[in-house]
């Protein structure tokens, strides 16, 4: 076990984005880039003052191409760091939400296990042409905290040499058990666990749910569901769950075996992307209802690469992500994670996400938070009592418009959970199985009959010239002031800004998050660059419209105007040469 210190060089580029490094899986796996960046982050963690030989470090992804050779890189260094225990999924399969789960199930949270490599790139398309990734989480569970990440960076742009135990032997993933190294002279031992993947999580999802009735609506003859794992890492855990757990037959699973490439598709649960699934709930990529043979099950869902996004689907009806996560704010109290503990105490949305969730908020008297894109910045408020002695926000329930949901059971985000949310809430409208059922697209109109509906829709533009998007964006903050007070078509703008955040547990401050275009009639544009993208630039734009009345027209008709005014506003067309968005959710 003797480290060896390799010669190394800063490669450029490997600054993480909103959820850690991701780029073509070619460069990750071209000479010193995973290293570089692994070394890098044991540097800034070491600097932080952890002793990494004193815990524990978990690895996993979600099994892209590129996933079990990264692990086995990572070890070598991490034992070349100092680390002396290792828990690796078997199979190196962990989901983002099991890897947090299982650090926190594993010991007690400020000991046990001191980081957690995850390897993915999440819903970006995997294989040896397309993306690879790397994210770092910490003891919380949840994804490092910025100044992690920027010291991280740092070391990445004068990075000399990198250890490595070229001696290890390299590790069979493939069979839950330890293995235990030690030096020829006795000096160190370093021992490696391989974990069953999906256990921590799965028992959790347990405590959390109330699955006896979820399974008496699952047994109901007149309910039908389907979940789509996309091959990404969810397949084994939708089969602990659903198969081995609720005993559904194994028909109610599709894609659920992980590939290394997800067979060539692209692991993002949406209306453009899981194609089988949309088509097979009755509807086309708009959300329109198509006309299909045979009957359409009563609830559908799917979940992309890495297990923390879901989409949730009724009978020929999609939920938007945004309305998914106003519709189990209100209905929370009928989960026994949250009745058990007095009630929903807490929620926060990011800023793009639709202010369909304040209205709940409100309602209910809740804690409401804002937040910049990115799941990092709702750890701190769920941990604000363990960490700052603060005011404590849980039990805590947040979400992103782009098919994220989760609560303070873990740090990350959650497919499954969101999934296991909505069938407890059917559960709970439905205790009668000889009355008629009560469906989604019953609870999601009840939802908006009471509170009015956030029609909304986010188009990207994917592959944009970096340069030009950057200067699109440059114009529009330089005219915030000028467009303050503007009238446009039947808006007027009632400010234009640049979101800016200061997290009220810890006072740091996140600037240039999105600008924002807020009409005076409760309407938002809002423009971001995306911060995942592999390569090329990703312009994101967000557009919603708050009615009381029209509840029931299509999205695109309801927002025609805005989105007509919102191109005219950012002027894409001449800074990136086009205003055909390659996605539109
Ligand atoms: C996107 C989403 C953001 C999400 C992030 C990570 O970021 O917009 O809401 O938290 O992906 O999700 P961006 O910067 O590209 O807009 V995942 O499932 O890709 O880890
Ligand atoms: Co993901």
Redesign the pocket.
Known sequence: LKPTLVKTSPIDGQKP????LRKKTKVFMSENYLNNFVQSVFDAVIANGTNVSEGTLMIGGDGRYFNTEAIQTIIKMGVANGVKRFWIGQDGLLS?PAVSATIRERGPVWQSAFGAFIL?A???PGGPEEDFGI?YNTQTGGPAPEYLMEATYANTTTIKNYKICEDFPAVDISKVGSTTVSAADGSTTVVVEVIPSTQSHVALLKTIFDFDGIKALLDRPDFTMVYDSMHGVNGPFSKAIFVDELGQPESVLMNHIPKDDFAGGHADPNLTYAKDLVKTMGLDRTGNKIDVAGPIPSFGAAA?G?G??NMILGTQFFVTPSDSLAVIVANANCIPFFSTQGGLKAVAR?MPTSGAVDRVAKDLNLDFFETP???KFFGNLMDSKAIFKGKDYTPFICG???F?TGSDHVRE?DGIWAVLAWLNILASRNPDASKPLVTVEDIAKEHWAKYGRNYYCRWDFENMDAKGANAMMEKMRADSASNTGRTVGSYTIATADDFRYVDPVDGSVAAKQGVRFLMSDGSRVIF?L????GSGA?V?MYIEQYETEKLDLPVATALEELTAIALQLCDIKTFCGTETPTVIT
Do not use: V
């Open positions: 984005g909103t959820s850690g983002t993915t999440s819903h970006n994210k992309d890495d923390d996004r990011s894109t990115g799941w992103e418009e782009s994220g985000k971001r995306s911060g995942t993208a990703t994101r």
